[in-house]
Structure formats: C-alpha cells, structure tokens
C-alpha cells in the first residue's frame, strides 16, 4: 500500500478528514493584442523559411537524396502550420482569443521545425558540394 501511496495511485487519509473544495486556476488567459503579436512573429519566420527555400531550391539539391528527404519532411510540417494556421483564422473569426492564440502557437511550432529541417538541408547543400542551378 505504502507503495502505491508513493506513486500516487492510492491515496491514504485519516480517519475523520475533510477535503476542502478547491477551485482550479486558469491559467494563462490570451488576448487579441497576444494572438496578433504571435501572427507577426509567424509572418516574419515565413519570411525566412522562403529565403531558405529559395537558397535550396536554386541548388541541384535533387542529386541528394538525403536532402529530398528533408525537403518532404519539410514541406509536411508546413502542411501542418497550414492546418493549425486554419484553425487560428477560424478561432480569431470568431473572436476566440485564447484559443486562436494557441493555434496561433502551434502554428509556429510547425514552422520552427521546417526552419530547422531547412536549415539542415542548406547546411548539408553547403558541406557537400552543391551548385547553383539555372534559373
């Protein structure tokens, strides 16, 4: 029993206890001045991620498969940020602040993996040898 106390899968109390009504607290709570903040903070990643797709794109990156690969992958976490940009939209639309801050967040999420994804591939382009193609 002892054991399980400790994990918190059984709780022992004495004999005559009260439990005393709590309520839980909110927590952070969002507003439209945050969920506008955080659109700007994704307008501005974007920004970088087309710079890096652009710098990629311009390189016969095709000849490495481990970059093809980064670039699919890549490009599904933009899918994502696409999906979750959506429902921040949807959520805004209806003056949801805190829940179109959240997507809003996620979003964002989705698009510091691509960057970083990106990053990686140019990375790579750069160590290994690639070239600028004809535009």
């Known amino acids: 029993a002892l054991h399980l106390e400790m994990t918190g899968f ?3 109390k004495p004999e005559g206890y009260v439990e005393e ?3 839980g607290e909110e927590g952070t709570v969002y507003a439209e001045a945050d969920y506008k903040t955080q659109v700007a903070t994704n307008v501005q990643t974007q920004e970088v991620i087309d710079s890096v797709v652009v710098y990629i794109t311009g390189r016969n990156y095709q000849d490495f498969p481990e970059v093809v690969a ?3 992958d890549a490009t599904d976490q933009l899918t994502f940020a696409e999906d979750a940009k959506a429902k921040a939209e949807a ?3 209806t003056g949801d602040w805190q829940n179109a801050t959240l ?3 996620q979003w964002w999420q989705y698009q510091v993996k691509a960057a970083d994804i990106g990053l990686r591939a140019k990375t790579f382009l750069d160590e290994h040898g690639a070239v600028e193609t004809a535009q």
């Open 103 to 105: 997507w809003a967040g």
């Open 21 to 23: 009504a709590a309520a």
């Open 91 to 93: 959520a805004a639309g």
């Open 70 to 72: 980064l670039v699919e």
């Open 10 to 12: 059984l709780v022992v």
